[in-house]
Protein backbone atom coordinates (compact mmCIF):
# COMPACT_ATOMS: atom_id res chain seq x y z
CA UNK A 1 0.00 0.00 0.00
CA UNK A 2 1.15 3.33 -0.74
CA UNK A 3 2.20 5.25 1.96
CA UNK A 4 2.14 9.05 1.78
CA UNK A 5 4.08 11.47 4.05
CA UNK A 6 2.09 13.76 6.09
CA UNK A 7 3.31 17.17 7.26
CA UNK A 8 2.22 20.17 8.30
CA UNK A 9 4.57 22.03 6.21
CA UNK A 10 3.53 19.94 2.90
CA UNK A 11 0.96 22.66 1.80
CA UNK A 12 4.18 25.05 1.82
CA UNK A 13 6.03 22.90 -0.85
CA UNK A 14 4.86 24.36 -4.34
CA UNK A 15 6.07 27.43 -3.12
CA UNK A 16 9.22 25.97 -3.71
CA UNK A 17 8.53 26.46 -7.42
CA UNK A 18 8.32 29.18 -9.10
CA UNK A 19 5.18 31.55 -9.71
CA UNK A 20 3.82 31.61 -12.87
CA UNK A 21 3.27 34.60 -15.30
CA UNK A 22 6.75 36.04 -13.21
CA UNK A 23 10.21 36.42 -14.61
CA UNK A 24 11.79 33.54 -12.46
CA UNK A 25 15.56 33.91 -11.27
CA UNK A 26 18.07 30.56 -10.87
CA UNK A 27 19.39 30.67 -7.35
CA UNK A 28 22.43 32.85 -7.32
CA UNK A 29 24.09 31.56 -4.18
CA UNK A 30 24.55 27.70 -5.35
CA UNK A 31 26.39 26.57 -8.47
CA UNK A 32 24.55 25.21 -11.64
CA UNK A 33 25.75 23.53 -14.43
CA UNK A 34 24.94 22.44 -17.77
CA UNK A 35 22.64 19.72 -18.42
CA UNK A 36 25.67 17.98 -20.49
CA UNK A 37 27.77 18.47 -16.88
CA UNK A 38 24.72 16.97 -15.28
CA UNK A 39 24.32 13.87 -17.51
CA UNK A 40 28.47 13.15 -16.99
CA UNK A 41 27.88 13.18 -13.31
CA UNK A 42 24.82 10.86 -14.09
CA UNK A 43 26.45 8.49 -15.22
CA UNK A 44 29.46 8.47 -13.01
CA UNK A 45 26.61 6.84 -10.39
CA UNK A 46 25.27 4.61 -13.48
CA UNK A 47 22.38 6.77 -13.94
CA UNK A 48 21.14 5.55 -17.34
CA UNK A 49 21.28 8.42 -20.14
CA UNK A 50 20.41 9.13 -23.89
CA UNK A 51 23.66 8.22 -26.25
CA UNK A 52 24.76 12.10 -27.04
CA UNK A 53 27.12 14.37 -28.16
CA UNK A 54 28.21 17.72 -27.20
CA UNK A 55 28.92 20.21 -30.01
CA UNK A 56 30.41 23.42 -29.30
CA UNK A 57 31.22 24.24 -33.28
CA UNK A 58 28.47 24.05 -36.00
CA UNK A 59 30.80 21.52 -38.31
CA UNK A 60 30.73 19.20 -35.36
CA UNK A 61 26.95 18.70 -35.65
CA UNK A 62 27.19 15.95 -38.55
CA UNK A 63 29.33 13.66 -36.83
CA UNK A 64 27.68 13.44 -33.83
CA UNK A 65 24.57 12.79 -35.23
CA UNK A 66 25.75 10.38 -37.16
CA UNK A 67 27.17 8.81 -34.33
CA UNK A 68 23.92 8.65 -32.97
CA UNK A 69 23.01 5.74 -35.74
CA UNK A 70 19.44 6.74 -35.65
CA UNK A 71 17.05 9.49 -37.33
CA UNK A 72 15.34 10.17 -33.85
CA UNK A 73 17.48 13.12 -32.52
CA UNK A 74 16.79 15.94 -30.15
CA UNK A 75 19.31 19.34 -30.14
CA UNK A 76 19.42 20.78 -26.69
CA UNK A 77 20.62 24.47 -26.52
CA UNK A 78 23.35 24.17 -23.23
CA UNK A 79 22.10 27.15 -21.20
CA UNK A 80 21.59 27.71 -17.70
CA UNK A 81 17.92 28.92 -17.44
CA UNK A 82 14.73 26.84 -17.37
CA UNK A 83 11.79 27.13 -20.21
CA UNK A 84 14.37 26.00 -22.77
CA UNK A 85 11.45 24.59 -24.53
CA UNK A 86 9.13 27.65 -25.10
CA UNK A 87 12.09 30.06 -25.79
CA UNK A 88 12.94 31.93 -28.72
CA UNK A 89 16.50 32.78 -30.17
CA UNK A 90 16.93 36.19 -31.40
CA UNK A 91 17.91 35.05 -34.98
CA UNK A 92 14.08 33.73 -35.07
CA UNK A 93 14.12 30.13 -34.07
CA UNK A 94 11.52 28.83 -32.05
CA UNK A 95 12.55 26.48 -29.52
CA UNK A 96 15.72 25.61 -27.15
CA UNK A 97 15.20 21.85 -27.88
CA UNK A 98 13.70 20.71 -31.22
CA UNK A 99 13.18 17.34 -32.23
CA UNK A 100 14.54 16.43 -35.85
CA UNK A 101 14.15 13.37 -38.06
CA UNK A 102 17.55 13.21 -40.02
CA UNK A 103 21.27 13.73 -39.49
CA UNK A 104 20.81 16.32 -42.84
CA UNK A 105 17.78 17.93 -40.43
CA UNK A 106 19.92 17.88 -37.12
CA UNK A 107 22.24 20.47 -38.75
CA UNK A 108 19.86 22.66 -40.15
CA UNK A 109 18.40 23.28 -37.22
CA UNK A 110 21.59 22.80 -35.07
CA UNK A 111 23.46 25.70 -36.83
CA UNK A 112 20.38 28.11 -36.16
CA UNK A 113 20.59 27.37 -32.40
CA UNK A 114 24.45 26.93 -31.66
CA UNK A 115 26.26 30.48 -31.38
CA UNK A 116 22.93 32.09 -30.99
CA UNK A 117 21.19 34.32 -28.06
CA UNK A 118 18.08 32.14 -26.72
CA UNK A 119 15.73 34.07 -24.43
CA UNK A 120 13.55 32.31 -22.03
CA UNK A 121 10.87 33.65 -19.29
CA UNK A 122 14.06 33.54 -16.60
CA UNK A 123 16.55 34.92 -19.06
CA UNK A 124 14.92 38.14 -19.81
CA UNK A 125 15.14 40.24 -22.96
CA UNK A 126 19.23 39.86 -22.55
CA UNK A 127 19.20 36.17 -23.07
CA UNK A 128 22.02 33.41 -22.77
CA UNK A 129 24.37 32.77 -25.50
CA UNK A 130 24.02 29.18 -26.84
CA UNK A 131 28.17 28.44 -26.70
CA UNK A 132 27.22 24.10 -26.63
CA UNK A 133 24.72 21.82 -28.14
CA UNK A 134 23.47 18.49 -27.07
CA UNK A 135 23.09 16.23 -29.94
CA UNK A 136 21.62 13.20 -28.55
CA UNK A 137 19.48 9.77 -29.17
CA UNK A 138 15.63 10.82 -29.05
CA UNK A 139 14.02 8.47 -26.55
CA UNK A 140 10.32 7.34 -27.11
CA UNK A 141 8.56 6.94 -23.57
CA UNK A 142 5.63 4.62 -22.52
CA UNK A 143 5.67 6.71 -19.10
CA UNK A 144 7.03 9.61 -17.83
CA UNK A 145 7.87 10.52 -14.27
CA UNK A 146 9.71 13.45 -11.86
CA UNK A 147 11.98 12.23 -9.09
CA UNK A 148 14.28 15.11 -7.65
CA UNK A 149 16.08 14.83 -4.21
CA UNK A 150 16.52 18.66 -2.33
CA UNK A 151 16.92 20.17 0.77
CA UNK A 152 14.12 21.73 2.33
CA UNK A 153 14.03 23.48 5.71
CA UNK A 154 10.67 22.62 6.63
CA UNK A 155 11.79 18.81 6.86
CA UNK A 156 15.06 20.42 8.35
CA UNK A 157 17.00 18.26 5.76
CA UNK A 158 16.95 16.50 2.31
CA UNK A 159 13.28 15.30 0.85
CA UNK A 160 12.71 12.93 -1.75
CA UNK A 161 9.47 14.77 -4.09
CA UNK A 162 7.85 12.12 -6.86
CA UNK A 163 5.55 12.60 -8.96
CA UNK A 164 4.02 10.23 -11.83
CA UNK A 165 3.28 13.06 -14.05
CA UNK A 166 6.74 14.09 -15.02
CA UNK A 167 7.85 15.55 -18.70
CA UNK A 168 6.08 18.57 -17.69
CA UNK A 169 6.81 21.48 -15.33
CA UNK A 170 6.38 20.31 -12.30
CA UNK A 171 5.08 24.46 -11.42
CA UNK A 172 2.33 23.11 -13.01
CA UNK A 173 1.76 20.66 -11.37
CA UNK A 174 1.92 21.91 -8.04
CA UNK A 175 -0.31 24.36 -9.23
CA UNK A 176 -3.21 21.98 -10.70
CA UNK A 177 -2.96 18.89 -8.66
CA UNK A 178 -0.98 19.23 -5.97
CA UNK A 179 -1.95 16.01 -4.36
CA UNK A 180 0.21 14.13 -7.31
CA UNK A 181 3.61 14.96 -5.86
CA UNK A 182 5.05 12.55 -2.67
CA UNK A 183 6.89 14.02 -0.77
CA UNK A 184 9.67 11.08 1.17
CA UNK A 185 11.84 12.90 3.67
CA UNK A 186 14.95 11.29 4.15
CA UNK A 187 16.82 10.74 7.35
CA UNK A 188 20.05 11.85 6.90
CA UNK A 189 21.85 9.31 9.14
CA UNK A 190 19.97 6.26 7.54
CA UNK A 191 20.17 7.69 4.12
CA UNK A 192 16.98 6.74 1.53
CA UNK A 193 15.86 2.99 2.62
CA UNK A 194 14.63 0.76 0.31
CA UNK A 195 11.39 0.76 1.28
CA UNK A 196 10.87 4.55 0.33
CA UNK A 197 11.95 3.15 -3.48
CA UNK A 198 9.29 0.67 -3.08
CA UNK A 199 6.74 3.00 -2.66
CA UNK A 200 7.86 5.21 -5.08
CA UNK A 201 7.84 2.32 -7.54
CA UNK A 202 4.61 1.44 -6.93
CA UNK A 203 3.41 5.49 -7.29
CA UNK A 204 4.91 5.19 -10.67
CA UNK A 205 2.90 1.68 -11.19
CA UNK A 206 6.42 0.15 -12.22
CA UNK A 207 6.49 -2.81 -9.58
CA UNK A 208 7.80 -4.89 -12.14
CA UNK A 209 10.91 -2.76 -12.10
CA UNK A 210 11.15 -2.48 -8.78
CA UNK A 211 14.84 -3.10 -8.30
CA UNK A 212 16.19 -0.77 -10.55
CA UNK A 213 14.33 1.71 -8.96
CA UNK A 214 15.62 0.61 -5.62
CA UNK A 215 19.30 1.39 -7.53
CA UNK A 216 18.31 4.60 -9.55
CA UNK A 217 17.38 5.92 -5.87
CA UNK A 218 19.98 4.71 -3.94
CA UNK A 219 22.65 6.17 -6.80
CA UNK A 220 20.44 9.39 -6.90
CA UNK A 221 20.83 9.75 -3.11
CA UNK A 222 24.41 8.78 -3.64
CA UNK A 223 25.36 11.52 -6.12
CA UNK A 224 23.11 14.07 -4.02
CA UNK A 225 25.44 13.03 -0.88
CA UNK A 226 28.96 12.78 -2.54
CA UNK A 227 28.96 15.69 -4.49
CA UNK A 228 27.52 18.61 -1.78
CA UNK A 229 24.11 18.91 -3.54
CA UNK A 230 21.30 21.11 -2.91
CA UNK A 231 19.07 19.68 -5.33
CA UNK A 232 19.00 16.39 -7.99
CA UNK A 233 16.17 16.39 -10.16
CA UNK A 234 15.46 14.74 -13.09
CA UNK A 235 12.18 15.40 -14.93
CA UNK A 236 11.42 13.60 -16.83
CA UNK A 237 12.31 9.91 -15.90
CA UNK A 238 11.08 7.30 -18.46
CA UNK A 239 9.98 3.71 -19.27
CA UNK A 240 10.66 4.06 -23.16
CA UNK A 241 9.22 1.69 -25.59
CA UNK A 242 11.74 -1.37 -24.68
CA UNK A 243 10.94 -0.80 -20.79
CA UNK A 244 13.59 0.97 -19.81
CA UNK A 245 14.35 3.87 -17.60
CA UNK A 246 16.26 6.74 -18.65
CA UNK A 247 16.81 10.20 -17.08
CA UNK A 248 16.00 12.17 -19.88
CA UNK A 249 16.57 15.09 -18.56
CA UNK A 250 18.19 16.44 -14.92
CA UNK A 251 18.95 19.93 -13.16
CA UNK A 252 21.33 19.48 -10.46
CA UNK A 253 22.59 22.28 -8.35
CA UNK A 254 25.32 22.63 -5.36
CA UNK A 255 26.43 24.15 -2.39
CA UNK A 256 28.56 27.01 -3.26
CA UNK A 257 29.94 26.72 0.56
CA UNK A 258 31.25 23.30 -0.43
CA UNK A 259 33.91 24.51 -2.88
CA UNK A 260 36.75 23.89 -0.87
CA UNK A 261 36.34 20.20 -0.94
CA UNK A 262 34.83 19.96 -3.91
CA UNK A 263 37.12 21.57 -6.49
CA UNK A 264 36.87 19.40 -9.67
CA UNK A 265 33.03 20.41 -9.55
CA UNK A 266 33.11 23.67 -9.04
CA UNK A 267 35.45 23.52 -12.56
CA UNK A 268 32.51 23.07 -14.60
CA UNK A 269 30.74 26.51 -13.14
CA UNK A 270 30.34 28.53 -16.48
CA UNK A 271 30.54 32.49 -14.93
CA UNK A 272 29.56 33.48 -18.57
CA UNK A 273 26.20 32.17 -17.68
CA UNK A 274 25.86 34.26 -14.95
CA UNK A 275 24.76 37.92 -14.19
CA UNK A 276 28.26 39.85 -14.47
CA UNK A 277 27.51 41.73 -11.05
CA UNK A 278 26.50 38.32 -9.35
CA UNK A 279 30.46 37.07 -10.33
CA UNK A 280 31.85 40.79 -9.23
CA UNK A 281 29.91 40.65 -6.11
CA UNK A 282 31.33 37.04 -5.54
CA UNK A 283 34.80 37.74 -6.46
CA UNK A 284 34.64 40.69 -3.83
CA UNK A 285 33.32 38.62 -1.18
CA UNK A 286 30.02 39.97 -1.05
CA UNK A 287 26.56 38.36 -0.97
CA UNK A 288 24.79 39.92 -4.28
CA UNK A 289 21.66 38.76 -5.83
CA UNK A 290 19.53 40.90 -8.22
CA UNK A 291 16.00 41.44 -8.01
CA UNK A 292 13.04 43.19 -10.04
CA UNK A 293 12.57 46.52 -8.29
CA UNK A 294 14.16 49.94 -8.54
CA UNK A 295 15.69 50.89 -5.10
CA UNK A 296 19.51 49.07 -4.77
CA UNK A 297 20.38 48.40 -1.38
CA UNK A 298 23.35 47.97 0.81
CA UNK A 299 23.39 46.31 4.25
CA UNK A 300 25.20 44.21 6.46
CA UNK A 301 24.16 41.06 7.97
CA UNK A 302 21.91 38.44 5.98
CA UNK A 303 19.19 39.61 8.46
CA UNK A 304 19.09 43.19 8.51
CA UNK A 305 19.18 42.87 4.38
CA UNK A 306 16.08 40.79 4.44
CA UNK A 307 14.12 43.09 6.53
CA UNK A 308 15.38 46.03 4.91
CA UNK A 309 14.04 44.51 1.59
CA UNK A 310 10.67 44.24 3.77
CA UNK A 311 10.58 47.62 5.30
CA UNK A 312 11.45 49.02 1.75
CA UNK A 313 7.90 46.64 0.24
CA UNK A 314 5.85 47.84 3.32
CA UNK A 315 6.24 51.33 2.36
CA UNK A 316 5.03 50.75 -1.43
CA UNK A 317 9.36 50.47 -3.02
CA UNK A 318 10.54 47.46 -4.44
CA UNK A 319 14.37 46.28 -3.64
CA UNK A 320 16.43 46.10 -7.05
CA UNK A 321 19.24 43.52 -5.26
CA UNK A 322 19.92 42.24 -1.77
CA UNK A 323 23.44 42.97 -1.06
CA UNK A 324 25.04 41.81 2.14
CA UNK A 325 28.64 43.19 3.10
CA UNK A 326 28.86 41.02 5.84
CA UNK A 327 31.15 41.31 8.70
CA UNK A 328 34.92 42.96 8.51
CA UNK A 329 34.10 44.56 4.68
CA UNK A 330 37.54 47.05 3.86
CA UNK A 331 37.15 50.05 2.21
CA UNK A 332 37.58 48.56 -1.18
CA UNK A 333 34.99 45.99 -1.09
CA UNK A 334 32.28 48.65 -0.21
CA UNK A 335 33.29 50.94 -3.18
CA UNK A 336 32.86 48.17 -5.74
CA UNK A 337 29.99 47.12 -4.31
CA UNK A 338 28.18 50.43 -4.06
CA UNK A 339 29.42 50.62 -7.71
CA UNK A 340 27.24 47.49 -8.66
CA UNK A 341 24.47 48.44 -7.27
CA UNK A 342 24.96 51.59 -9.46
CA UNK A 343 25.56 49.44 -12.47
CA UNK A 344 21.83 47.96 -12.13
CA UNK A 345 20.07 49.82 -15.19
CA UNK A 346 16.63 49.36 -13.13
CA UNK A 347 18.09 51.44 -9.98
CA UNK A 348 16.30 54.94 -9.33
CA UNK A 349 17.87 55.24 -6.29
CA UNK A 350 19.94 53.24 -3.20
CA UNK A 351 19.51 52.51 0.71
CA UNK A 352 22.57 51.68 2.60
CA UNK A 353 21.24 50.41 6.59
CA UNK A 354 24.80 49.75 8.69
CA UNK A 355 24.51 48.64 11.88
CA UNK A 356 28.15 48.55 12.86
CA UNK A 357 29.18 45.96 15.22
CA UNK A 358 31.97 44.06 13.34
CA UNK A 359 31.49 46.48 10.61
CA UNK A 360 32.56 50.07 10.73
CA UNK A 361 30.31 53.19 10.05
CA UNK A 362 33.91 55.27 9.08
CA UNK A 363 34.89 52.50 6.06
CA UNK A 364 31.32 52.23 5.07
CA UNK A 365 31.11 55.81 4.43
CA UNK A 366 34.87 56.51 3.12
CA UNK A 367 33.80 53.27 0.31
CA UNK A 368 30.93 55.42 -0.77
CA UNK A 369 32.49 58.02 -1.10
CA UNK A 370 35.52 56.91 -3.27
CA UNK A 371 32.93 54.47 -5.48
CA UNK A 372 31.06 58.38 -6.37
CA UNK A 373 34.75 59.77 -6.24
CA UNK A 374 34.86 61.65 -9.81
CA UNK A 375 31.18 60.53 -11.17
CA UNK A 376 27.86 62.38 -11.56
CA UNK A 377 25.38 61.07 -8.94
CA UNK A 378 22.30 60.38 -10.91
CA UNK A 379 19.87 58.74 -8.01
CA UNK A 380 18.87 59.40 -4.77
CA UNK A 381 20.92 58.03 -1.78
CA UNK A 382 19.70 57.45 1.54
CA UNK A 383 22.22 56.72 4.13
CA UNK A 384 21.19 54.51 7.94
CA UNK A 385 24.52 54.64 9.79
CA UNK A 386 24.25 53.20 13.75
CA UNK A 387 27.11 51.32 15.62
CA UNK A 388 30.45 51.26 15.48
CA UNK A 389 32.82 54.44 14.50
CA UNK A 390 29.41 56.29 13.59
CA UNK A 391 30.24 59.65 14.45
CA UNK A 392 33.15 59.05 12.39
CA UNK A 393 31.02 58.23 9.39
CA UNK A 394 28.28 60.98 9.60
CA UNK A 395 31.48 63.18 9.65
CA UNK A 396 33.14 61.56 6.37
CA UNK A 397 29.63 62.13 4.62
CA UNK A 398 29.34 65.56 5.82
CA UNK A 399 32.49 66.89 4.91
CA UNK A 400 31.76 65.33 1.00
CA UNK A 401 29.98 67.97 -1.52
CA UNK A 402 27.60 65.04 -3.04
CA UNK A 403 24.21 65.04 -2.31
CA UNK A 404 23.40 62.51 0.27
CA UNK A 405 20.53 62.10 3.14
CA UNK A 406 21.80 60.40 6.47
CA UNK A 407 18.68 59.38 8.46
CA UNK A 408 18.89 57.96 11.64
CA UNK A 409 15.74 55.90 12.06
CA UNK A 410 15.05 52.75 9.38
CA UNK A 411 11.53 53.31 9.06
CA UNK A 412 12.41 57.20 8.31
CA UNK A 413 14.99 56.51 5.65
CA UNK A 414 12.80 53.54 4.11
CA UNK A 415 10.04 56.08 3.48
CA UNK A 416 12.86 58.48 2.09
CA UNK A 417 14.21 56.57 -0.46
CA UNK A 418 10.99 55.16 -1.84
CA UNK A 419 9.25 58.56 -2.02
CA UNK A 420 12.05 59.80 -3.75
CA UNK A 421 12.23 57.19 -6.19
CA UNK A 422 8.58 57.84 -7.19
Do not use: W
Not at 338 to 360: D, P, Q, Y
Amino acid sequence: MLCVVKNPFKKLLPNLFAQKNQVQYVLKRHLNVHEYISYKLLQEVELPVPKHGIADQKDQIKKLAQDLGTNDIVLKAQVLTGGRGKGTFKNGMQGGVKLVNSVDEAVQIGSKMLGEVLVTKQTGEKGLLCKKLMVAERKKSKKEFYICIMMERSFDGPVMMASAEGGVEIEEVAAKNPKAIHYFPIDIYKGVEKNTALKIAELFNISSKKDEVVKLVSNMYKLFITKDATMVEVNPLIEDQNGELFCLDAKLRFDDSAKYRQKKLFEYRDVTQEDPKDVAAGDLGLNYVALDGTIGCMVNGAGLAMATCDIIKLHGGNPANFLDVGGGSQTEQIKEGFRIILSHEKVKGVLVNIFGGINRCDIIANGIVLALKGSKLNVPVVIRLQGTNVKQGKEVLESTKLPLKSIDDLEAAAEAIVRLTR
